[in-house]
C-alpha cells in the first residue's frame, strides 16, 4: 500500500518549558507527503484469528517552514504508524 497523502495546518502555536508562546511560526498551510506500509491478517482457524497488524511509514516531500535562513535547511514532516485490530 503506497499512496500520497496531503495534511492541511490547523495551528502553529507552540510551547517553551510549558508557557504558550504567542508569536506563530509562520508555518506552510498544505503539507506533502509519501509513503507506504505492510499488512498482515491472522488466518482463519488458528489461535489468533479476526486479528490484524500493520505498518506504515510517510516522508513529507514539501518543506512545512516558510523561512529557510533561521534553521539553514528544509523541514519536512515525517510519520510512522504502528496498528493492531481485531475483527469481531
Known amino acids: 500500500m ?3 497523502q496531503i495534511g ?3 495551528s502553529d502555536k507552540y510551547e517553551v518549558n510549558g508557557e504558550n508562546v504567542d508569536e506563530e511560526l509562520n508555518a506552510e498551510t498544505i503539507d506533502l ?3 507506504g506500509g505492510l499488512a498482515y491478517k491472522f488466518k482463519e482457524g488458528t489461535s489468533l484469528e479476526g486479528f490484524n497488524v500493520s505498518a506504515r511509514y510517510m ?3 514539501s518543506n512545512v517552514y516558510k523561512d529557510n535562513d533561521t534553521f539553514g ?3 519536512t514532516n515525517s510519520n510512522l504508524q504502528i496498528s493492531l485490530g481485531y475483527k469481531f
Open 2 to 4: 503506497n499512496d500520497p
Open 8 to 10: 492541511f495546518l490547523v
Open 33 to 35: 507527503s509519501v509513503g
Open 59 to 61: 516522508i513529507g516531500l
Open 73 to 75: 535547511d528544509d523541514i
